[in-house]
C-alpha cells in the first residue's frame, strides 16, 4: 500500500477523530502541536471525559473511591483548540461527500478523517448470556468502559454472597479476578480452553499464573464449555447459574464475560476502505481511501519487524501510531528515512506480579526460562536464533533486556540466559543479527 504525498490542505483543513481512546486523543493532540491549524473534532459514544482503560480492571475497580482517570484534563481540549463531542456515536460516513453523521441527526464535514474505533467486548451466543444496557438490576457484565466498572462494583457491593463467576481467562478475565479477590468476593473462572491464555502464551506462563490465582482462592476451571446462563429457580434474588456441558452448574451474584473481543470496523467497511483482520493501514496509517485513516487497536498493519500484518491490542502501539499519523498529515515526518515502530508491549497487573511482554511469540519454535526465584522470572522465546518476545514476572531487567535486544536485532547467548548468573547486556548480547 503507497502512501500519498500530496499536498494536504496546507494544515488548515477539518479533521474529524471517530474515538477518543488513547489512540484518538494522542492523535488529536499531537496534530495541534506538529502546527495543525485547521479544526479538530473529537467524537466518542463514552459521555466521559476520555481516559484511561486499562487500569478499569485493575486500580480503578479496587479504589475505594471509584474515579476515572482522565487522559487530558478538559482545560488542555480548550487550551489547543480540540472540540470534543461526547456521548454521540456515529451513525454513517459518506466517503463521497466526505461526511459524517451522528444520532442526532448532526452532520459533520471532514477533509480528513481519523478512525480510532477500536473494539467491543465480544458475547459469545449462550443461551441467557445478554448483557442488558440497563443498570437496574444487571447481573450480567463486560470490562470495557468506566461505566461498566462503575456498575461491577455497584453489583460487587450490593450483592449477597459476593460470588462471581468470570467466563474467561484471558487478561481481561484474570486481572479482574485479581481485583475481586482484593476486594473480599469469591471467584469462580471459567476458561473453554485446556489452559488459561492458550492462545498468547506458552504452557510455562500458563503455568505459573494458574498456580498464583489457585493459591490467591480462585477456582479456576479449566476444559469448560459454558451453554447456558439461567436466573437461580429462587425469584427472590438476582443470582445466576452459569450452565456447562458436562452438566455442572456455578451460582454467581454476577457474571464478567470476558472471552474476546470484536473489532469495531463497521464504519470502515462503510467508507469502503479495505478490511481484514483489521482496517488496513499503511507504514503512515492511511487506509485504501488517501482521505481516511486509522489507528489503534482496529487497525492491521504491516511489520517490518515481524514480516508480515499484524494487529496489536497495545497503548504504546495506539500512541505511536498517532504521532506517526500526525507527523504524515503536517508533513513533518523526516524525509528518505524508514518509517521506524515501536517493538510491541504490553503489561498486566495480577496481585504482586507484574507480568510485562515485549515483543509477539507467535511462531516460536524454543523457549529458554530464566529463573531468579519463585515470584520472579522471565521467558524468552526463539525462532532459531531470533528473539522474538521477552515475557517477564516481576523482572524488569529482563524486559529491559529483551527490548533492547529485538528492537536492535541482536544475538542473544542462550547459554547466558541458562546459566545461574545475573542477566547483563555484556553476557547476552553475542551481536548484531544478520
Not at 504490553?346 to 523457549?367: P, R
Amino acid at each position: 500500500m503507497q502512501f500519498s504525498a500530496e499536498e494536504l490542505h496546507s494544515n488548515n483543513g477539518a479533521v474529524v477523530i471517530v474515538g477518543a481512546s488513547h489512540a484518538g486523543v494522542n492523535f488529536a493532540f499531537n496534530l495541534r502541536q506538529q502546527g495543525w491549524t485547521g479544526s479538530i473534532t473529537l467524537i466518542d459514544s463514552d459521555p466521559e471525559l476520555p481516559y484511561h482503560r486499562p487500569p478499569l480492571s485493575k486500580k480503578t475497580l479496587q479504589s475505594a473511591e471509584l474515579k476515572s482517570t482522565p487522559l487530558k484534563a478538559e482545560k488542555a481540549y480548550n487550551d489547543h483548540n480540540i472540540d470534543f463531542k461526547l456521548g454521540n456515536k456515529v451513525t454513517a460516513v459518506n466517503h463521497l461527500t466526505k461526511q459524517i453523521t451522528l444520532d442526532d441527526g448532526q452532520c459533520i464535514h471532514y477533509d480528513k478523517l481519523m478512525l480510532a474505533t477500536g473494539c467491543r467486548a465480544f458475547i459469545p451466543p449462550i443461551s441467557g448470556l445478554e448483557v442488558n444496557d440497563s443498570l437496574n438490576n444487571r447481573s450480567i457484565f463486560t470490562m470495557r468502559t468506566y461505566a461498566d466498572a462503575q456498575a461491577i462494583k455497584a453489583a460487587l457491593i450490593n450483592s449477597v454472597d459476593k460470588h462471581v463467576v468470570i467466563i474467561g481467562g484471558g487478561y481481561i478475565g484474570l486481572e479482574s479476578a485479581s481485583s475481586f479477590i482484593a476486594m473480599g468476593a469469591k471467584v469462580t473462572v471459567i476458561e473453554k480452553q485446556p489452559r488459561i491464555l492458550s492462545r498468547v502464551t506458552s504452557a510455562v506462563m500458563s503455568d505459573f499464573l494458574t498456580e498464583l490465582h489457585l493459591n490467591k482462592g480462585v477456582e479456576l476451571l479449566t476444559d469448560k464449555d459454558v451453554i447456558e446462563v439461567k436466573p437461580l429457580a429462587n425469584k427472590n434474588t438476582h443470582k445466576q447459574v452459569v450452565v456447562c456441558s458436562d452438566g455442572t452448574e456455578y451460582c454467581a451474584d454476577f457474571i464478567i464475560v470476558g472471552v474476546g473481543v470484536r473489532l469495531n470496523t463497521q464504519l470502515a467497511l462503510e467508507a469502503g476502505v479495505d478490511v481484514e483482520q483489521g482496517i488496513k493501514v499503511n507504514e503512515v496509517c492511511q487506509t485504501s481511501n488517501e482521505d481516511i485513516f486509522a489507528i489503534g487497536d482496529c487497525t492491521q498493519q504491516f511489520s517490518s519487524l515481524y514480516q508480515r500484518w499484524i494487529r496489536l491490542e497495545s497503548v504504546q502501539n495506539a500512541v505511536d501510531q498517532a504521532k506517526l499519523a500526525a507527523q504524515f498529515l503536517t508533513g513533518k515526518l523526516p524525509q528518505g528515512e524508514p518509517v521506524q515502530h515501536t517493538v510491541p508491549w504490553f503489561w498486566s497487573d495480577q496481585y504482586d506480579c507484574k507480568l510485562q511482554i515485549v515483543g509477539l511469540s507467535e511462531g516460536y519454535d524454543e523457549l529458554v526460562v530464566k529463573q531468579e526465584s519463585a515470584q520472579q522470572f522471565s521467558v524468552w522465546y526463539f525462532k532459531a536464533d531470533k528473539l522474538l518476545c521477552v515475557e517477564a514476572v516481576n523482572y524488569t531487567k529482563a524486559y529491559v533486556l529483551g527490548t533492547q535486544a529485538i528492537k536492535q536485532n541482536l544475538l542473544v547467548d542462550k547459554t547466558a540466559l541458562q546459566s545461574g548468573d545475573a542477566l547483563s547486556k555484556e553476557s547476552l548480547f553475542l551481536a548484531v543479527s544478520s
